[in-house]
T-cell receptor, first 115, second 110 residues
Framework: AQSVTQLGSHVSVSEGALVLLRCNYS??????LFWYVQYPNQGLQLLLK??????LVKGINGFEAEFKKSETSFHLTKPSAHMSDAAEYFC?????????????FGGGTRVLVKP | DVKVTQSSRYLVKRTGEKVFLECVQD?????MFWYRQDPGLGLRLIYF???????EKGDIPEGYSVSREKKERFSLILESASTNQTSMYLC?????????FGQGTRLTVV
């Protein structure tokens, strides 16, 4: 079964600094990969997705992620953090032929943005 | 705009009660899911359904059941609520790639 590991349950960045959230997956076959964001007391919103096209994926709100097969990684970055980026971020994986298209999630990384 | 709607944002129930959490999607998706979210544990899959009347257990099905009588509706049932089922419950639906989530139901069992 596939698994997802997010390094760091909490990350603190200064406003204007680089945001880097790490995600590694375990799978022998490249899966579909996703990053979701969750603001307080809300559901999850899709930031971006990798579905075996371009390895550098651009998403909403200035975020992007790069799929690296050799490292089994899909790290999320944003060049300049904004106060509105404070939220919890989840990496998720889905095998291409998974029954029901079910997603497996990492444990989440909570981002704090300091003024 | 696509929408997944959960019937309640907040619920407080007593131990031993039968609890129904309802979820409706308007995207004609085949697949629907129930997750629970707990601090430090991320999202864990309880049950999912890939067609009407079809269901499969996820990673933590104990203490839960589900019902999918119509394509757009997927219900999560706590047969006899217990305090360890206090959590945030998230419903999702998906087509071919990404999943879309509802706003969540924060359930407290007292």
């Amino acid at each position: 079964a596939q698994s997802v590991t997010q390094l760091g349950s909490h990350v603190s960045v200064s406003e204007g600094a680089l945001v880097l959230l790490r995600c590694n997956y375990s799978s022998s076959v490249p899966p579909y990969l996703f990053w979701y964001v969750q603001y307080p007391n809300q559901g999850l919103q899709l930031l971006l997705k990798y579905t075996s096209a371009a390895t550098l994926v651009k998403g909403i709100n200035g975020f992007e992620a790069e799929f690296k097969k050799s490292e089994t990684s899909f790290h999320l970055t944003k060049p300049s953090a904004h106060m509105s980026d404070a939220a919890e971020y989840f990496c998720a994986v889905r095998m291409i032929k998974a029954a029901g298209n079910k997603l497996t999630f990492g444990g989440g990384t909570r981002v704090l943005v300091k003024p | 705009d696509v929408k997944v709607t959960q019937s309640s944002r907040y619920l407080v129930k007593r131990t031993g009660e039968k609890v129904f959490l309802e979820c409706v999607q308007d995207m004609d998706h085949e697949n629907m899911f129930w997750y629970r979210q707990d601090p430090g544990l991320g999202l864990r899959l309880i049950y999912f359904s890939y067609d009407v009347k079809m269901k499969e257990k996820g990673d933590i099905p104990e203490g839960y059941s589900v019902s999918r009588e119509k394509k757009e509706r997927f219900s999560l049932i706590l047969e006899s609520a217990s305090t360890n089922q206090t959590s945030m419950y998230l419903c999702a639906s998906s087509g071919y790639t990404e999943a879309f989530f509802g706003q969540g139901t924060r359930l407290t069992v007292v």
